[in-house]
């Protein structure tokens, strides 16, 4: 048994896919596959049940996994200790962001972190799913932490720091007859047609929730995946929008009101997979973060 081989089990039994964890770890199926037969050999035990159509862990591998996932991680620490005593921090860290998050200006954060850890090698990933994608990135390990705007029951099985909070806004074209009023009240949106993100986006469920649980129908008629592009959709009178605050709405031709009578808020924090003890690397870019979103930080 060898490092390499548990880290081509752990990755088959995280995507369930040999096919998915050579891409993960950057090889060609043939080697995630040898690798696994030789630590099934080693072990004298079969540690996936296959099929031409799905791949399970058997009772062996559900008991291997947390011990593998332990193994390698004090590897990896062991390593850390070495390096860092002789060249400085080191490591690798996958992070996973919103697209055109603006509450923190992720680039000046990441270039600080450069200048001041050069041997850690970052990189910044996105998904198409939004925050609910990037959540179960992280708990898949397939991302060491991510910045996202869920409802803490979504955010199960992570560790939560919370970064900022800003509350919801009604966006209209600044034509419609509700934009000369002071705020609206979200029974005054039922019938309208709205522009908004697609599932799985963070802001997009706690508004579906916010208004199933009030009992308004309501329709969605533009999906985009950038919320700053949304104000754009509304000024041409394609739909209103109930966003997060946050500057980009504040567009020319679209009138921003706050919304009376809930105090529905959006929260971005910062997660890593609980009961996994985060790399010095991670920990280190944990802290900077957290710093930065103080009063007076650099990069709110």
């Not at 799985?200 to 929730?209: A, I, L, P």
């Amino acid at each position: 048994m060898d490092s390499r081989q548990l880290e081509y089990f752990v990755a088959v039994a995280e995507e369930l896919s040999f096919t998915r964890a050579a891409h993960r770890m950057f090889t060609v199926q043939s080697t995630v596959s040898a690798a696994v037969r030789a630590l099934e050999t080693d072990l004298k035990t079969t540690l996936f049940d296959r099929s031409t159509r799905r791949v399970t862990l058997s009772a062996a591998g559900q008991a291997l996994l947390p011990e593998a996932k332990a193994a390698l991680e004090a590897l990896d620490r062991a390593r850390a200790v070495v390096e860092e005593a002789s060249t400085g921090l080191r490591g690798n860290i996958r992070i996973g962001t919103l697209a055109r998050l603006n509450l923190v200006n992720l680039a000046e954060l990441l270039g600080a972190f450069h200048q001041k850890y050069p041997l850690v090698n970052v990189q910044v990933a996105t998904s198409p799913t939004g925050s609910s994608g990037l959540a179960d990135d992280v708990r898949h390990g397939r991302l060491d932490v991510a910045l996202v705007g869920l409802a803490k029951p979504e955010l199960y099985g992570l560790e939560i720091r919370d970064l900022a909070t800003v509350p919801f806004v009604v966006l209209l074209p600044s034509s419609h007859p509700l934009a000369k009023e002071p705020d609206v009240r979200l029974e005054e949106l039922a019938g309208e047609r709205f522009v908004d993100m697609p599932l799985g986006f963070g802001n997009r469920s706690m508004v579906d929730r916010t208004f199933e649980n009030a009992g308004i129908p309501r329709r969605v008629q533009v999906e985009v995946p950038e919320l700053t592009t949304i104000p754009d959709y509304v000024r041409v009178g394609l739909g209103v929008a109930v966003v997060p605050e946050l500057e980009p709405a504040r567009a020319p031709g679209v009138t921003q009101l706050p919304i009376a009578g809930t105090d529905l808020t959006w929260t971005l924090s910062v997660v890593t997979a609980s009961g996994r003890r985060s790399s010095r690397a991670v920990t280190a870019l944990l802290d900077l973060l957290t710093d930065s979103i103080r009063p007076g930080g650099a990069y709110f």
